[in-house]
């Protein structure tokens, strides 16, 4: 069963773009070799909220991925035996997408039985109010 999955590693501030290249295209090889689909975004240097390895920055490289299990815990061993990567984690998002989606369509569903009945009680809730003629009682003065 395909499953989305976002994986999400640093890799050292200082490794070359050639070799990092390299490594994503690796990575990414793997990933259709298992038959998977993938899709790279390289988001550049950027500073690491806390030191990892004595390191305060990191390249940042996000690969989403279509696929199963196996093909993830085979990337997760690569990837830590791959020196240069200093952090990575691994976020499983379609259970996310489909329980967003049952929300929504709750929402919706919520939506609608309420705009019908709230159209027809609207003028019948109004209607009372407008009958009672006793004033209402002011409020008591704040100190």
Request: glycine share 4%.
């Amino acid at each position: 069963m395909k499953r989305t999955y976002e994986l999400m590693f640093i890799v050292r501030p200082d490794m070359p773009e050639d070799e990092q290249s390299k490594l994503i295209s690796t990575l990414e090889s793997s990933v259709s070799s298992s038959g998977g689909t993938v899709k790279s975004e390289v988001w550049g240097k950027r500073r690491l909220a806390y030191a990892v390895r004595r390191f305060h920055d990191g390249i940042f490289v996000l690969l989403t991925l279509e696929g199963d299990g196996a093909m993830v815990h085979e990337l997760e061993r690569r990837l830590r035996v791959t020196e240069p990567v200093i952090k990575f984690i691994t976020v499983r998002v379609d259970e996310e997408q489909k329980r967003l989606d049952k929300v929504k369509a709750l929402r919706d569903a919520r939506k609608k039985a309420s705009a019908s009945p709230a159209a027809t009680a609207a003028p019948a809730a109004a209607a009372p109010e407008a009958a009672s003629s006793e004033p209402e009682p002011a409020a008591a003065p704040t100190q």
